[in-house]
């Protein structure tokens, strides 16, 4: 079955670009079908969709955070990834990643989640 | 900036049934915004549940079900568990020129 995998630093400071690389194994991204996601959740609060793409390059962000966000995807190593640039503590989450079916947007198998702390 | 409205917190007793809901600022949430539910638990990544209103995922137990209900999308539990104590969350999908998706601020259901 498939499984995501978020990694990165766990610690960004103030300012900097935030990246994180999801690892899909069990299925290939270049498959199609499916658009692959980055979500958050800030401590103590509720989910919040990030963007998404699809394998073709297609991507789909979060009007809020639009001009900071970049979703990349490298089908060669089955992997997507997330640039946050100019972070500051308000992007201190818990950082997910995951996949939604192409067409009935079913959002189904998640990653176990990174937490990224920006601190100086 | 479209706002997804949910219950802060419902109680329901074991073996009860519950029903949470989840609006939309636009307007009724239709089939075209394919609802999705999810349940998180403290310390967990969110589990899906639900997807399109009403489709269950091969593991979503018997007990939850999803549909709309006066313009809103519904998530009902019946016979709930005392493990069905959990956050829930909904998600859903506004398409047109600039899709994107919008979770619900989640629903703090405590089994007691």
């Not at chain 1, 009007?63 to 990834?81: A, E, G, Y």
């Not at chain 2, 005392?82 to 979770?103: N, R, S, T, W």
């Amino acid at each position: 079955q498939v499984q995501l995998q978020e990694s990165g630093p766990g610690l960004v400071k103030p300012s900097q670009t935030l990246s994180l690389t999801c690892t899909v194994s069990g299925g290939s991204i270049s498959s199609g079908g499916y658009y692959w996601s980055w979500i958050r959740q800030h401590p103590g609060k509720g989910l919040e969709w990030i963007g998404y793409i699809y394998y073709s390059g297609s991507t789909y962000y979060n009007p809020s955070l639009k001009s900071r966000v970049t979703i990349s995807v490298d089908t060669s190593k089955n992997q997507f990834s997330l640039k946050l640039s100019s972070v500051t503590a308000a992007d201190t989450a818990v950082y997910y990643c995951a996949r939604s079916g192409y067409g009935q947007h079913n959002m189904d198998v998640w990653g176990q989640g990174t937490t990224v702390t920006v601190s100086s | 900036q479209t706002v997804v409205t949910q219950e802060p917190s419902l109680t329901v007793s074991p073996g009860g049934t519950v029903t949470l809901t989840c609006a939309s600022s636009t307007g009724a949430v239709t089939s075209g915004y394919y609802p999705n539910w999810f349940q998180q638990k403290p310390g967990q990544a969110p589990r899906a549940l639900i997807y399109s209103t009403s489709n269950k995922h091969s593991w979503t137990p018997a007990r939850f079900s999803g549909s709309l209900l006066g313009g809103k999308a519904a998530l009902t539990l019946s016979g709930v568990q005392p493990e069905d104590e959990a956050e829930y969350y909904c998600l859903l999908y506004y398409g047109g020129a600039q899709p994107h998706v919008v979770f619900g601020g989640g629903t703090k259901l405590t089994v007691l």
